[in-house]
């Protein structure tokens, strides 16, 4: 889906435009192979460039062919419990800027509202558009981080459901994700605050750029944190399960060393064999009482060495 908008000084909000005018910004959203077809004869998109922006795996970068500035993005969204990444194209020509997207990008229609978005400064449109992508990861590191917090709080209980070591593999993912791709796009903002992109930045422009290498920074530190609080987390219940388990092998060893003392005496007194005191009338309390006594030292000794 391909759709138009516009906005200049001179007016006071972004509106959709039935076609292209010149300080358009075309926003497209999983385009058909019609509108990848318009949009590189139409608009002079490089058609193999254009491929590696539907590319799931594509990750952050900067090229530039011709009068056209290519930025390779990705923003985060997430579904449910679920955290996921998708790419974006941000295309910079000299007419227009365009966004392409796999998928639909989240809280645009908030950014649409923006009072300082204007279609016809493309420079600073660009740069607005990679703060919103920035910004998808500073809403879902949230999320993950209340996840964390969320998963931490049930370490003080006994029982670990196979569910926690799900949820720190899925958050483990997605934080390794950013990391991947937060790192790429600092050196992007980097490249062009340096000035290696044909275009011209205003002083604000590059104070914007600025503010974003900085929260790209803080995003990826906070992510490492996050990761690492997950890998302690997930050792702390490691640890939890194999203690448990070695508390259950103590205590059914003990039961077994206990109840092996009884198999021995009545296997004794099984024996087809003359026995001393066999034809005793207290034959049958000595034995069970001699064997419960025998018993009773064996926990004894065990609960004093702690295995029970």
């Given amino acids: 889906m391909i759709t138009y908008w516009y906005r200049s000084v001179r007016e006071d909000k972004l509106t959709e435009q039935p076609k292209f005018r ?6 497209v959203e999983a385009p ?30 900067l090229e530039a062919e ?53 279609t016809t400064q ?4 660009l740069l607005q558009l990679m703060r919103h992508m920035v910004g998808s990861y500073e809403q879902t590191g949230t999320f993950l981080t209340r996840q964390i917090r969320s998963v931490r709080a049930r370490l003080n209980v006994e029982t670990i459901a196979n569910r926690d070591f799900i949820s720190f593999v899925i958050i483990e993912d997605a934080l390794n994700n950013f990391l991947s791709e937060l790192v790429p796009t600092g050196l992007l903002l980097n490249q062009l605050l340096s000035g290696r992109s044909s275009l011209t930045f205003f002083e604000d422009d590059r104070d914007l750029i600025e503010d974003l290498i900085q929260s790209t920074r803080q995003l990826t530190e906070t992510s490492r ?20 388990l070695n508390r259950q092998v103590k205590l059914l060893t003990s039961l077994t060393v206990v ?18 005191a066999s034809h005793s009338n207290l034959d049958f309390p000595l034995v069970l009482g001699g ?7 064996a926990l004894y000794v065990l609960y004093r060495r702690r295995w029970l």
């Fill in 22 to 27: 010149t300080g358009t910004w075309i926003h």
């Fill in 32 to 61: 058909t192979a019609e509108e990848a077809t318009l949009l590189t004869e139409k608009f002079g998109i490089d058609p193999d460039l254009l491929a590696d922006a539907l590319d799931p795996d594509e990750i952050p970068r």
């Fill in 66 to 118: 011709g009068e056209q500035l290519y930025v390779y993005m990705r923003y985060a969204s997430r579904t449910g419990a679920q955290v996921s990444t998708s790419p974006v194209l941000l295309v910079v020509g000299p007419k227009f800027v365009a966004s392409i997207s796999r998928h639909a990008v989240p809280d645009l229609t908030r950014f649409m509202k923006s009072p300082t978005l204007f």
């Fill in 122 to 125: 493309r420079p600073k449109l």
């Fill in 225 to 244: 944190g996050s990761l690492r609080t997950v890998v302690n987390i997930r050792e702390a219940y490691s640890n939890i399960m194999t203690n448990n």
């Fill in 259 to 276: 109840l092996t003392i009884p198999t021995i005496v009545f296997s004794f007194y099984g024996m087809n064999i003359p026995i001393p």
């Fill in 291 to 297: 064997t419960l006594a025998a018993c009773g030292v």
